[in-house]
Structures are given as C-alpha cells and as structure tokens.
C-alpha cells in the first residue's frame, strides 16, 4: 500500500515544486516506485521541472474526468528508474479536483506505487486543500523569513484539522519541515531567521536544510531535478533530506558559513 | 416529502439556513460623561493608537453610570461615533429615557451579565422568606490542549479554563470564560474572561502577544512594556487596569 506524501508551504514561490521533483526522484533513486502529481491545475509547472513537458498527451484532469486512463497520463521518467509523472491541465482550474476524483485516483495509484508525492499549490483553497487532504505524511516547505514561516504555520493548523486523517480520527498527519533557499551568510548578518528560530515557531521535526544554490534555477531551466546533480550543495541537501525521511539518521550539513581554515589554505598552496 | 427526524426538525441537509449559537468578543464604551467637549477629542485619539484594531469594531454603549437626569440626544451621539469608524450595535443599561431612545435608534438592548446575577442570587418569593439558593456550578474541567495553536486557529474554553502546554502562534486566538495558561511563547491573541469574568488571569511563559484581554479590557502588543517582552508573566485586572508582571 503506497504512502500519499504533500510538499505544501501555504506560501508561493518558497520551493514545493523543486521539492516535490527532487524528493520524488530521491525516492525512486532509492529503488521506491514513485509518482510525483501537480495538483496546481492551471498554472502547469511541475513537467517542466521534470523536463517532461514535450510529452504531455493527457493530465491529472483528464483522469479525473474519465476521459483518460490513468496509465495514459502516467509519463515515466527517461533518467531514473521507478519514477513516473502525474502532469496537471493548463486550461483548467482547482475546481476540477473533485474529492471524488483525487480520492479514485490516490486509490489506484496506493496500489501501484510505493510513494505519491503531491505537488500541492500556494495558498489554502480548494487545490491546496485536495493536495493535503488524503495525505499520510505532510513535507513543509518553508523560507528562512516571517512571512513564509506564518503561512505554514497556517497551513499546519489546515492539516490537523482538514486532512481525511484528522476527519476520521485516525493517526495524525505526520508534519516535517524541509528549509529551502537558506543563506547562512545572510543569517549571520541576521537578514534571515536562524534554523533554530523556525523551529521553535514550528515546532516540527526538521527533515532537511536546503542552502540557497545556482544550481536550482539551472536544473529548473534545463528540466533536472536538481537532486540529480551531486555536484552542487542543494542536491546533496536534496539527498540527505531522502534519506532522513527514510528513517536514516544523517548529520545536517550546509547550516553554517563555510570557512576556509588553516588545513585548507595549506592543501591549496601545496597543491 | 419532507423528511423529519425524529425530533420533530427538518433534516438539516434540507433546511435553507442553519442556527447556531455562537459568542462574539465585544468592546464596551463606557458612557461616563457623554456632554463632556473632550469626549470625542479623547475617543478619536485612543481610535488612532490602533486604527485597524477599531475600525468597523462593533461596539456595546454602557450607559451604566448617566445620571437619571441626564439630558442626552442618543441619535446624535451614535452618529458621531459613528464618525470615528465605531460601529454601536447594543446598549445596556442607563436611564429609562435613555433606553427608550436608544431602542428607536435600533440598538439593541444587552442582557447586564453581572448586575442580574447579582440580583438572581438571593431571590425572595410571596412569603419574604429568601428561597434557596441555587445549586453551585457544576465544576467544568479545563480545556487542555497539548498541540501548538495553530495560525488562523481560533479556540474557545466555553465556561471554564483553557491550559495549552505548547505555544500560540501569530495569527492564532484563544479565548476563555476563565483563566488562559499557555506553558509556551504567546505570539497570538488571548482573551481570558470573555463573559465578564474580571477575575480571569492570563498567564504565559513568554509574553509576545498581539493582544491580550481580560473582561473586555484589552492591551495590544505595541503598548506592552518591552521590558516584559519574551518573559514568562502573569496578566490581571486590577481596579480597572491591566497589569502585567513577571512570574
């Protein structure tokens, strides 16, 4: 039985849909057979992210609807194995998410899938609330900065109290926060709350701190998740956060201004 | 067919409308001196403190404390507090001239929570002898809530206390008919006593508030005392004024 996953932050632009491509490739990566869903109907970006969007036939909607079968929609990644897409409609809008609807979907794909990742849109209306409500575990992605902190408080008050597991009772949503675009240069000159001061406002585990990096505009632009460049600190970040998720205990890294120390600078004048 | 329930009602799916009970926090301006030139000077300048606080705020008149001989044109009076953006929706109390002009204006009359139980509590039937008195309160335990109080979320401790053993986020707001403990920072609204309850504490382990109120009487964060800000206090009414101190 698949677990549904939502990458939702209340807040725009902080960073679900590169976190949503990373982490579902992070888990199929890991041998997990995964799917990642846009549910921002509307405002399509998801396949680009994935740089699958030249092979869009049918979406999410036209599932819904019954004017396509699932498998037709499925796109299965080129890259990485285990790993298919669940892209939404450009025309359409969130009122084309019927409960109904997600919920036949989420069902046939639990049964195929080891993990659905939902790809939730910005805001607590209709398409967020859809993302959210059958979720079994909740990713909260966040910006070091007040405003983006609130709204996913917010959003937090929304899934303990909206969520199909609240509703019925069940066990809670688990909630963890993954930190995005976090600058410890610029939290040192205090322009950007600490790890700490989002933690103690939160008050949720902490899966994963991902550093402010070139390398996520550049992967976003040529179609990459980004995790799928090791190269760079954001996909290692990436990594980590996949593996903390899966029960691994791996130390944070990237939280602090890299100095160059003494053994360092010795490295670079023998070399 | 109309199904009814056994109760007698419509299904509730059927019905039009629902009706709920529901209780709303109120200011309460207190009419000491409505004759008075520095009346509305004074009214505009505590309105401008927090502008967005009061504006559009419905608002209950006191007429409590006029004088019976008071002269004093109601209409005339709501319009100009009107003016400063206060909406009046009820009275209570006041002379019998007052009352009545204030029923033709369209405010509607308020019950006097305290001075009728008051009244209530020592009744006398035909013979004057006093009759019992009624059975004390059924003891309502508290309200406790283990999880942070979320942005957005509003929580209520209808008829007793509320304790949170987490904190109370911005944009959150927890109201009580008795004391609100929050062993956690309070960044967002509370309002203990909101039935009238001027005995009602507030206490927290970190004072970050954006209101805090007891019995009506209220505070925002920008008047706190910074030195208290982040510090653990206590929060009561004290002859007719908040007090803050540290715990």
Known sequence: ??????????????????????????????GFKTVVIDF???????????GCERRVVFDFINVINGEAKLNQALIKDKRVDNLY???????????????????????????????????????????ALMSLYFADHAIIVTNP????????????????????????????????????RYDPERVEK??????????????????????????????????????????????????????????????HRFTTVQKKGLFSRLLRRSA | MVAVSSAGQVSERDAPFQLRGNSFTMMVLKVLDPASANFFPALAGKVRQA???????????????????????????????REQYLLPIGFHGGPAAVQEQSLACGLVPMPTGRAAKLELARP?????????????????????????????????????????TASVSHGAEVLADGNIHVYGALRGRALAGISGDSGARIFCQ?????????????????????????????????????????L
């Open chain 1, 1 to 30: 039985m698949g677990k549904i996953i939502v990458m939702t932050s209340g807040k725009g632009g902080v960073g679900k849909t590169t976190s949503s491509a990373a982490f579902a490739t992070g888990l199929a990566l890991r």
């Open chain 1, 40 to 50: 921002d109907v509307g405002l399509r970006n998801l396949d680009l992210v994935m």
């Open chain 1, 85 to 127: 897409i669940l892209p939404t409609s450009q025309t359409r809008d969130k009122d084309a998410l019927t409960k109904e609807g997600v919920e036949r979907i989420l069902n046939e794909l639990c049964k195929e899938f080891d993990y659905i990742v939902c790809d939730s849109p910005a805001g607590i209306e209709r398409g």
């Open chain 1, 145 to 180: 900065e007040v405003s983006s902190v609130r709204d996913s408080d917010r959003i937090l008050g929304v899934l303990s109290a909206k969520s199909r597991r609240a509703e019925q009772g069940m066990e809670p949503v688990t909630q963890q926060l993954l930190l995005t």
């Open chain 1, 190 to 251: 205090g322009e950007m709350l600490k790890v700490d001061d989002v933690l103690e406002i939160l008050a949720i585990p902490l899966l994963g701190v991902i550093p402010e990096s070139q390398a996520v505009l550049r992967a976003s632009n040529i179609g990459m998740p980004v995790i799928l460049d090791e190269n760079s600190n954001a996909g290692q970040a990436y990594l980590d956060a996949v593996g903390r998720f899966l029960g691994e205990d791996v130390e």
């Open chain 2, 51 to 81: 502008p967005n606080f009061f504006r559009h705020a419905p608002i209950v008149l006191d007429f409590d404390e006029l004088p019976d001989a008071v002269a004093f044109d109601v209409a005339a009076f709501v319009g100009r507090v």
């Open chain 2, 124 to 164: 006398v039937d035909s013979s004057g002898q006093p009759v019992a008195p009624p059975p004390e309160p059924v003891f309502r335990p508290a309200l406790v809530v283990t999880e942070p109080v979320r942005s957005g979320t509003q929580l209520y401790a209808q008829g007793t206390d509320l304790i949170v």
């Open chain 2, 206 to 246: 970190s004072l970050e508030a954006e209101v805090v109120s007891i019995a009506g009487l209220y505070r925002v964060s920008e008047d706190l005392d910074p030195s208290l800000l982040k510090k653990a206090v206590q929060i009561r009414l004290d002859d007719g004024f908040l007090h803050i101190a540290l």
